[in-house]
């Protein structure tokens, strides 16, 4: 018997369930359920869903709008969602998104790995920065959305120094820039994109965006970066001044200023 073809799902920037390229349509009811089944992956109760889906109905109206709109998804020609007298679930061959987006962050998190080891195209900057299903307002959708946030964030952090290993910098800044974007008053995000500037040996790039982020942390939090971010610059000054550069930035000259208890 031949296997199923494989039907992608996407939800980091919007939700578009597609067959060899070909999108399918798919009502806004059956959206929600498919896309309530694959961010929690496993399969889940009737009652469960049926509440979650529709919170403001009582339990037979909303079992019956379940039934309606599994009916309704399925009519598609694919039996995108499985079920059981008691529980549905998402198709195994169903490819989503998210699911690789989370394989690809705990690749990237296993213990003494090298950017050689790691494919580090299989997961692209746009699915890296997309917002998890960004013009939907659902409650359970909160909880998602924050956990999705925090795993691009130490995915793109984690990604862009690999990226500088293998001498790809220009998408190593990228993918720190997207890090920024995505939480401007993460310090990690500016230290890891100033560490991209100087692997690809520019000095006065990292200066800058060290500036960028003094700015922004005085003005907005009224505090400075840590030191940590500083002595990244003044090791990188100690070999420019070595090489013959006596410029030293007045931001490295003054020593930080420290809030006030």
């Known amino acids: 018997m031949a296997a199923k073809a494989s039907l992608r799902l996407a939800l980091l920037g919007g939700f578009v369930l597609s067959d060899g390229g070909r999108e399918i349509a798919v009502a806004a009811s059956g959206q929600r359920l498919i896309a309530l089944l694959a961010l929690r992956d496993r399969p889940l109760t009737r009652l469960y869903l049926a509440g979650t889906l529709w919170p403001e109905y009582r339990r037979e109206r909303s079992l019956a709008d379940l039934r309606t709109t599994l009916w309704r998804v399925n009519q598609s020609g694919h039996p995108i969602v499985v079920a059981t007298h008691s529980c549905l679930g998402l198709g195994g061959y169903v490819d989503v998104d998210v699911h690789r987006l989370v394989a690809f962050t705990r690749r990237l998190n296993e213990p003494a790995l090298r950017a050689e080891e790691v494919e580090l195209d299989s997961v692209g900057l746009p699915e890296l920065s997309g917002e998890l299903l960004p013009d939907w307002y659902e409650e359970w ?73 003094q700015r922004l942390f005085n003005e907005e939090l009224g505090v400075d970066p840590t030191p940590t971010m500083r002595r990244l610059l003044e090791v990188r000054l100690a070999a420019v001044v070595q090489h013959g550069c006596e410029v030293v930035p007045s931001f490295l000259r003054e020593p930080a200023s420290v809030p006030p208890p």
């Open 141 to 213: 959708l909160v909880d998602e959305r924050e956990r999705l946030r925090q795993i691009r964030l130490h995915a793109l952090e984690t990604l862009s120094p690999l990226l500088s290993k293998t001498g790809r910098h220009s998408d190593a800044i990228q993918a720190a820039l997207a890090a920024v974007r995505l939480e401007p008053f993460r310090e990690t995000a500016h230290r890891v994109l100033i560490e991209a500037h100087l692997a690809e040996g520019n000095w006065s790039e990292a200066s800058r965006q060290f500036r960028r982020c």
